[in-house]
C-alpha cells in the first residue's frame, strides 16, 4: 500500500488591505517565524496594539507586558474571551490583565490603520486614535482548504471526516485542526495541539487497519503571567456555572447543562482540572452543590 501525506495549512485571519492591514509593522502569531519577525518590535516601552482579545491575542498581551512594553487589547465584543468562555472566566482573566498594566478596550471597533509606509496607530470605529508602534491581530485562523475543494472533497467548516478520519475521497484521510469530524450528534473541528496529537494517533492506526472510532476529549490551557488557564470539555449550552475556590487565590468554574457536567475552567488549579476532566471523560456529573463546597475531596469524587 502507497501513502502519501500532505499538510494542509492554518492560515490566520488578517485585516483587510483596505483599511491598512498590508502595512509593515502588522504581526499575526501562527509560526516561530512569525514570532521571529516581531521580536525586534518588542523593545521596553514601545506600543503594542493587540487586536482580538481572545487566548491568542491575551498570551500576546501578557508577553507584550513582561517585556515592558505598553499594552492595549481592541475587543470588538462586549467582553474578552465571550465566545469561549463564561463571564466569570473574563473578569477573572481581565483583572489579571489590569493588574499587569495592560489596558483593554471591548466592544471597541476597529476602523482603519494609521500610517503610510509602516503603521502608526489606529483609528477606532468612533473615531477615537491611538497611537501604535507596531500591531499584533488575533482575530482567529481559517482552515486552508482550497486544495480538497479543488480535489472535489467534502467540506464542513473544514475538510469533513467521519468518525475514522476518513475524507470523501477514497484513500484520502485528514486531522488536525483543519478535520471537522461528528461528535455527540453534531460535527465539530477543534483547534489544539492535544487534538491534532490524539487524532492524528487514531487516524494512523486507522490508516493500517484498526478500525478505530475518534471520541475526542476537548482540552486546552493558556498560559498568562502567573497564571495557568486549563479547560477541559466543551461548555456550549451550558446553562449553569458553578464556582469552586482553591488554594492560594486558585478558582475554577464548572459548566452544567441541567445536571450534567460539560466542562470546567480552572486558573492555578490543577487538582480541579484533572479531576473536571476524568469526570467529563468517565460521563460522571456529580451534584452542583457537592462541586460548590471547598471541603469536598475532589479525588473521591472518581470511585
Known amino acids: 500500500m502507497k501513502l502519501h501525506a500532505h499538510i494542509v495549512r492554518i492560515a490566520p485571519r488578517r485585516l483587510p488591505a483596505a483599511i491598512g492591514g498590508h502595512l509593515p509593522g502588522v504581526h499575526t502569531v501562527r509560526t516561530l517565524a512569525d514570532v521571529d519577525a516581531m521580536r525586534a518590535e518588542c523593545v521596553a516601552g514601545r506600543r503594542v496594539v493587540i487586536v482580538g482579545g481572545g487566548y491568542i491575542g491575551l498570551e500576546a498581551a501578557s508577553v507584550a507586558a513582561k517585556l515592558g512594553l505598553d499594552v ?86 473544514g475538510i469533513a471526516t467521519d468518525a475514522f478520519g476518513r475524507t470523501s475521497a477514497p484513500g484520502v484521510w485528514a486531522a488536525g485542526d483543519c478535520a471537522s469530524f461528528p461528535w455527540q450528534g453534531g460535527r465539530i473541528r477543534l483547534e489544539s ?46 446553562d449553569r456555572l458553578v464556582t469552586r475556590p482553591g488554594d492560594g487565590g486558585a478558582v475554577s468554574f464548572w459548566y452544567y447543562r441541567g445536571n450534567r457536567l460539560l466542562a470546567l475552567d480552572a486558573m492555578n488549579d490543577a487538582r480541579a482540572y484533572m479531576v473536571g476532566k476524568r469526570l467529563i471523560e468517565t460521563g460522571k456529573s456529580p451534584d452542583p452543590a457537592t462541586i460548590a463546597d471547598p471541603a469536598t475531596n475532589l479525588k473521591a469524587l472518581l470511585k
Not at 477573572?92 to 509606509?117: D, P, Q, W
Not at 476537548?218 to 498560559?223: G, I, N, Q
Request: some cysteine.
Open 72 to 157: 492595549t487589547v481592541l475587543e470588538m465584543a462586549p467582553r474578552i474571551l465571550q465566545r469561549v468562555a463564561a463571564p466569570e472566566t473574563s473578569d477573572y482573566i481581565r483583572a489579571l490583565h489590569k493588574a499587569h498594566g495592560v489596558k483593554i478596550m471591548e466592544s471597541t471597533g476597529l476602523g482603519r490603520l494609521l500610517g503610510e509606509s509602516r503603521v502608526t496607530g489606529v483609528r477606532l470605529s468612533d473615531g477615537r486614535e491611538l497611537p501604535a508602534d507596531f500591531l499584533i491581530v488575533g482575530v482567529g485562523i481559517t482552515p486552508n482548504t482550497s486544495e480538497a475543494e479543488a480535489a472535489g472533497i467534502a467540506l464542513d467548516n
Open 193 to 238: 495541539v492535544g487534538n491534532a496529537i490524539d487524532q492524528a494517533e487514531v487516524v494512523a492506526e486507522n490508516i493500517l487497519g484498526a478500525g478505530k472510532e475518534y471520541i475526542a476529549a476537548p482540552w486546552f490551557w493558556s498560559d498568562q503571567y502567573d497564571c495557568k488557564l486549563q479547560i477541559a470539555g466543551l461548555n456550549t449550552g451550558y
